[in-house]
């Protein structure tokens, strides 16, 4: 099996979770290959040389599973990677809450064991695509997470006018506007108080990020509309970010936001299901006074 290997270069302290990771990848005889900037990070910062097959350069790579070794974070930037390559990505989490990288440090070994025996599930995300017509986004136009859209430098409001499949919806009046995908309904939305939607759900959902009437709430939309926007700002610039990845970006712009064409592979443990991640990283249900 070809795996290659994805990680955040900022836990020097997670050494001894990495070891055993390429340890059991090792010992399971896969073809490893790494991630370019990763491998820099593991010989230059940790002295660690790990055995590799090949170091993975560039966007396009032939590989059985990926592996990310981070946080939700790492996983997005791997799934940017992997982009149209139909390669499943398995999140090994060794930062604090992950939705994505949901395989603990105490589970590498077992999760492994299962995964060079077939015995695993993957689950189909759905990405959202940012299209403009007067200027690009520079970089990966995909986000898995969401699109953000939100006023930049100044403390006044952004106004975005919304159309759903070309009719009015409302012009919002807030520090930004939030579209995701059920996958990043438990990211930056949530923190907005959008809702949290089930992964297999087709829906989107519309957060506003502190908008000034009480009155505007978060909006579910089925995932196959399109949705237009048109921002106004003071300052004539606005910011688009997708998944974190952002842009500055000129009022004037019209913005069109659909479902990809493609979805992310996402391997999951038989013994893994969403609830079960929404009671242990949520603490849903947790008494704080029993001990």
Same mark, same amino acid.
């Given at each position: 099996m070809k795996v290659g290997v994805f990680g955040s270069e900022y836990q020097a302290d997670k050494q001894s979770i990495i070891k055993r990771l390429f340890e059991k990848l090792r010992e399971q005889e896969a073809e490893i290959y790494i991630d370019s900037s990763f491998y820099c990070f593991l010989t230059d910062a940790l002295s660690y040389e790990p055995p590799v097959a090949g170091i993975l350069v560039g966007?396009?790579?032939?590989?059985?599973?990926?592996?990310?070794?981070?946080?939700?974070? @790492?996983?997005?930037? @791997?799934?940017?990677?992997? #982009?149209?390559?139909?390669?499943?990505?398995?999140?090994? #989490?060794?930062?604090?809450?992950?939705?994505?990288?949901?395989?603990?440090?105490? *589970?590498? *070994?077992?999760?492994?064991?299962?995964?060079?025996? %077939?015995? =695993?599930?993957? *689950?189909?995300? &759905? /990405?959202? $695509?940012?299209?403009?017509?007067? $200027?690009?986004?520079?970089?990966? %136009?995909?986000? /898995? #997470?969401?699109?953000?859209?939100?006023?930049?430098? &100044?403390?006044?409001?952004?106004?975005?006018?919304?159309?759903?499949?070309?009719? =009015?919806?409302?012009?919002?009046?807030?520090?930004?506007?939030?579209?995701?995908?059920?996958?990043?309904? @438990?990211?930056?939305?949530?923190?907005?108080?959008?809702?949290?939607?089930?992964?297999?759900?087709?829906?989107?959902?519309?957060?506003?990020?502190?908008?000034?009437?009480?009155?505007?709430?978060?909006?579910?939309?089925?995932?196959?509309y399109t949705i237009t926007l048109g921002v106004e700002s003071r300052n004539e610039y606005f910011l688009i970010a997708l998944d974190g990845r952002s842009e500055i970006f000129p009022t004037g712009i019209e913005l069109k936001i659909c479902k990809a064409d493609y979805t992310t592979k996402v391997i999951k443990r038989y013994n893994h299901t969403f609830y079960q991640t929404l009671r242990e990283k949520l603490m849903w249900g947790a008494d704080a006074r029993m001990k």
């Open positions: 966007d396009e790579f032939d590989l059985d599973v990926a592996l990310s070794v981070g946080g939700d974070g @790492t996983f997005l930037r @791997t799934a940017a990677r992997v #982009n149209k390559q139909d390669i499943p990505i398995l999140g090994i #989490n060794t930062g604090r809450l992950g939705f994505l990288a949901d395989i603990g440090s105490n *589970e590498i *070994e077992d999760t492994l064991e299962e995964l060079f025996k %077939n015995y =695993y599930k993957i *689950e189909e995300r &759905t /990405l959202l $695509r940012l299209r403009t017509d007067e $200027r690009t986004f520079r970089g990966y %136009n995909y986000a /898995l #997470n969401e699109i953000a859209i939100l006023k930049r430098d &100044t403390s006044s409001m952004i106004t975005i006018h919304t159309s759903l499949n070309d009719e =009015y919806l409302t012009s919002y009046q807030a520090d930004g506007l939030v579209i995701a995908t059920p996958t990043g309904s @438990t990211a930056y939305s949530m923190s907005v108080n959008g809702p949290i939607i089930i992964p297999q759900s087709k829906n989107l959902v519309l957060s506003p990020v502190a908008p000034h009437s009480l009155n505007v709430r978060p909006l579910i939309i089925p995932d196959s």
